[in-house]
């Protein structure tokens, strides 16, 4: 018997969805259903819940730095509890199921611990066990290196594993469970009426995921769209389709913008009064990347006197550490002033249509400037126009811009 | 730089060794003390304290009766977290150090999960390590089969793992750290002037493991007499030296008695008016090997009408499912009566002078019999004479055969 790949199906559950016990025999009941309709079920898992960050703490106990090598040896545990645990689910509702670790289908990754990237998956056991109609249970997150050294993908490292999967085994299609039913066209929380969109570009997506959708990894994507791998994220808690996140079509480009989001975790570091010369930039942006710190949005401006001003953003966490970065640059310059604004929020609509229809950034500006909303800083893509705003206007800005989209009848 | 055997150290750390992050970092500490003295250090550990009770917890969640496979596949975590931990907390003193799982370095075993059989090591990783100076810390109790599954080693494994690994290196010697000093006459707790052995034989241990001892694992012990590997048992506590575990000489058999031990753990089933026909016996302790209960101790005698009477002794946690399986082979032969006593304790003496001293056991019988002590069962090796006696005895027994072969002047 050889394997059909039309019916090849990858499913990735994350970390909420096999959070307790009770949780993985409901995603063992699911994966069921999939089997009996002769599906070749793969399934990537997380690890449970909060393990890994009990197994980061356990570490700190011992070491605020330890060595990478050492804490992807410490954090793949955690993946390799959830698959032992989800076999056993299976086979306790009795479908055949086999759990491997990322050392068990060879899934090499260059040697970056704790950030390593795929570079070859080994499918002959995983066939081998389709084959004999089993369910494969992978461990996400992991892999080895060329050494046999343990190594992990960083954040949202299960998606990656997935994705990554479901290209090598050409199937069908790859389903990330979240505990949301899909993306919406604006976060339901803030605007009840979100849509949840059938379907989405990578690029959006991609934008979305940098914005903080936080449904999906930007790595993952990336991955899809590079393997054209078709993407379906969906909620565990149920059988709703969710969205689909596919190569771009016509269709999507009949649409001005497809969602817009609102960002409050960053805050804005401001960097004035600095001499205009080259290699400023560079050294600032290399001082902070030093210490990994992200940053997101920069603006630069030239002021007076061949002085410049440089804003940017971070996550609110990282902002007393990229304020003492940029203290010890001014000191070395000799030159110079920084203050920080925590009270900011980031405004973004995203959307293929903006290729090829003009004038979206200006009706977006117009509307915020029409209701009394001072724009700060603003940033764009092809397919992304982002604005800093002030904290306590965004909750309006967003659904001023929601509703100047046409959003509401998407 | 080549790697020289007589400095190559084995040390095992049990799960009280490395039961906490604090105890950790207190071995970290001792591992050093070895390191700079320019010892070649191999370290394997055991999973921290409970955390293997606690994944078997979790497992009982999900199935009363979960795949060897996948229980392997669970369990393996355990060693893995410790042997992160400890690299990590040998790093914070500044000792440079590797983790290794099972799998890195290939310790091949057979395929029966959870008691599997270790048959070969590849010991290229660990030596090129050594080379460099470095710690290894190995994952014991697991392996993998040819197949790459991971397997276990079932209990003790950790031991096991030591001195197989001291053997596949021919290091200088096995130091197996426990909580206890090493290996006493008798039970301290029991006989507070009882005297730590220096020494003792492979033979003697293999008795006393047996017997319950428990600072030391039988098959480990089996492992170690077969390679001639010197174990060290002694306290992760203290500096002390512990117990040598060395091959038999002419000094051990000088004493008559090396310790006694009592062990109250254990519960008598008495299967009685049962025909005496060949097969009989087969047919009980194939039934009871079946249902994996262990059987200690097991007397036959033939009564009357040629009906026979057979007791045997297993832990009192298998009790009643021994006299379950004994009550369905009564009804199947159509014949006999079974009962249970669990207030007895067997007491035994362990010495390789036996072999070479007459009249050891009856000098055990008769001071029992002065005191009044009924001797309800008998068994004896080469080496060894244990007592049925009843529970409530048991205390005063111990401290009159400790007595009567001199073993407070040892």
């Not at 090849?8 to 994350?14: A, D, E, P, S, T």
């Not at 709703?240 to 570091?269: F, I, Q, S, Y």
């Not at 930039?281 to 410049?308: C, P, R």
């Not at 640059?329 to 030159?335: K, V």
Request: overall charge negative; proline content about 2%; charged content about 25%.
């Amino acid at each position: 018997m050889s394997v059909e790949k039309e019916k090849i199906l990858v499913q990735k559950y994350g970390g909420t969805s096999v959070g307790t016990t009770e949780r993985i025999k409901i995603v063992a009941k699911r994966i069921k259903e999939y089997y009996e309709k002769n599906f070749h079920v793969i399934v990537v898992v997380s690890a449970m819940g909060k393990s890994t960050d009990a197994l980061v703490a356990l570490s700190k106990e011992i070491s605020e730095n330890p060595s990478d090598r050492e804490m992807d040896m410490l954090l793949a545990t955690g993946e390799q509890v959830s698959i032992a645990l989800l076999a056993m689910a299976l086979h306790e509702i009795e479908v055949p199921a086999v759990s491997f670790t990322g050392s068990q289908i060879n899934l090499l990754t260059d040697g970056r611990f704790s950030k390593a990237r795929i570079e070859k998956i080994d499918t002959n056991k995983l066939l081998t066990a389709l084959e004999k109609k089993m369910v494969c249970i992978v461990a996400g997150f992991q892999g080895i290196d060329l050494e046999q050294n343990i190594t992990t993908l960083g954040r949202g490292g299960s998606d990656t594993s997935a994705v990554a999967l479901a290209a090598a085994l050409e199937a069908k299609e790859c389903e990330i469970y979240t505990d949301v039913d899909g993306v919406y066209t604006a976060d339901p929380n803030k605007i009840p009426a979100a849509k949840k969109l059938s379907k989405i570009s990578y690029d959006e997506m991609l934008e979305l995921a940098s914005l903080g959708a936080g449904v999906l990894h930007s790595r993952a994507v990336e991955f899809a769209k590079k393997y054209n791998v078709i993407l379906h994220v969906r909620s565990s808690f149920n059988f709703n389709e969710g969205t689909l996140v596919v190569p771009e079509d016509t269709d999507m480009e009949k649409l001005l913008v497809t969602a817009v989001t609102l960002k409050k975790d960053e805050a804005r570091v401001t960097v004035s009064d600095i001499p205009d010369r080259p290699g400023i930039a560079a050294d600032l942006f290399a001082a902070l990347g030093d210490v990994s710190i992200n940053v997101d949005m920069i603006v630069q401006s030239t002021g007076k006197d061949n002085l410049n001003t440089i804003s940017f953003t971070v996550l609110k966490n990282d902002v007393l550490k990229a304020e003492k970065v940029v203290k010890e640059l001014l000191t070395s310059w000799g030159a110079g002033g920084a203050s920080v604004d925590k009270n900011i929020a980031i405004i973004s609509a995203v959307g293929v249509g903006m290729k090829s229809h003009v004038g979206i950034a200006a009706r977006m500006f117009k509307v915020l400037a029409e209701n009394g909303i001072n724009i700060e800083m603003i940033s764009t893509s092809e397919i992304k126009i982002s604005c800093v705003i002030r904290d306590d206007k965004s909750e309006e800005a967003l659904k001023l811009i929601y509703s100047i989209f046409g959003l509401e009848n998407a």
